[in-house]
């Protein structure tokens, strides 16, 4: 799937979930919630056991691993003390800008870009990355930060461990792939899986669509500027920051695999507008910095792949 068409299939995908919510303002954003967790708990698993059992990890996937974290905790440091010091934002406002940078969106936009510019073969390490650094980022991390900067109470730590184990099939999909012998993915099936991750992404931005729609329609998002200050933060915190936080520890010790720096590289993800929803965090802030994050990394992701062809 060309870098061309999947900017394609996010502008009509995103369109289609604006206008069912402006069409069906009482069902979309729950049908857009329900289709996350149908891909959740269905396609996601299947694509992470058919691309992560034909990976072999060797000591650069392991240390990257490593790196990986040591990046994304650092990089949301550096978030708390942008939006506490330097901005003198609100709690819920900081805890937004942490979120905004511990959580890209990996599934959804990462594993087609990492289809599409490094080739279907890739997909096996964005997995690894993804399932190992990101979804603990989200439900543990970006949990917590929701639960300490929001202004609705929030879990306590021993649910968000226990939903991490409990509502986190692709995490099975991964320890059952790394003990599963090769016999067990045939290549039939996992060209087929490549194929889902295709279906992934109108999913993933159709719920985008829907529920940008439906928080503009409760009166909470204005798109407003990437110039503000704490979107343009939130911009160069996940976009710049902690990719290159990665990229820079990785370079004296490591060949950093390609998908690795990639996901790291992923706008906000749509989860950060969630998160924000139910914790009581920033809500505008969340949207416009998913909306402007997300046009700014397909602006990049054309222009990479007008360089490399």
């Not at 990355?129 to 990101?134: A, E, K």
């Not at 980022?137 to 929030?154: Q, T, W």
Request: charged fraction near 10%.
């Amino acid at each position: 799937m060309g870098v061309v068409l999947t900017v394609a299939a996010i502008a009509v995908s995103a369109a289609a979930g604006i206008g069912a919510e402006l069409r069906w303002p009482d069902r979309a954003g729950s049908w857009a919630r329900e289709a996350l967790v149908v891909s959740l708990y269905t396609l996601l698993p299947f694509v992470t056991f058919f691309n992560l059992a034909r990976v072999e990890i060797d000591a650069d996937l392991g240390s990257g691993l490593v790196l990986g974290w040591v990046a994304i905790l650092l990089a949301g440091g550096v978030a708390w003390l942008v939006g506490q010091h330097l901005l003198g934002l609100s709690r819920p406002a900081t805890g937004t800008l942490i979120c905004c940078t511990l959580v890209p969106n990996s599934g959804y936009l990462g594993y087609p870009l990492c289809a599409s510019l490094l080739g279907f073969d890739s997909l096996g390490e964005a997995v690894v990355y993804d399932i190992v650094v990101v979804a603990p980022s989200l439900l543990l991390l970006a949990f917590a930060v929701g639960a300490a900067f929001g202004d609705k109470a929030g879990e306590r730590p021993r649910d968000r461990v226990v939903a991490f184990f409990t509502r986190n099939p692709p995490l099975y999909a991964a320890i059952a792939a790394l003990l599963a012998p090769d016999s067990l993915a045939p290549d039939v099936l996992v060209d087929i899986s490549r194929g889902v991750v295709v279906a992934l992404l109108p999913i993933g931005f159709f719920a985008v669509g829907a529920v940008l729609a439906e928080e503009a329609t409760e009166g909470q998002v204005r798109l407003g500027s990437p110039l503000r200050p704490p979107v343009a933060s939130a911009i160069l915190l996940r976009l710049a920051l902690a990719p290159a936080l990665l990229y820079l520890m990785a370079l004296p010790l490591i060949d950093l695999p390609g998908p690795y720096l990639l996901l790291a590289a992923m706008p906000c993800g749509i989860n950060t507008l969630l998160v924000s929803h139910v914790y009581g965090l920033d809500v505008r802030l969340a949207a416009q910095a998913v909306a402007w994050s997300t046009a700014i990394a397909v602006i990049c992701a054309l222009a990479a792949e007008a360089t490399l062809g």
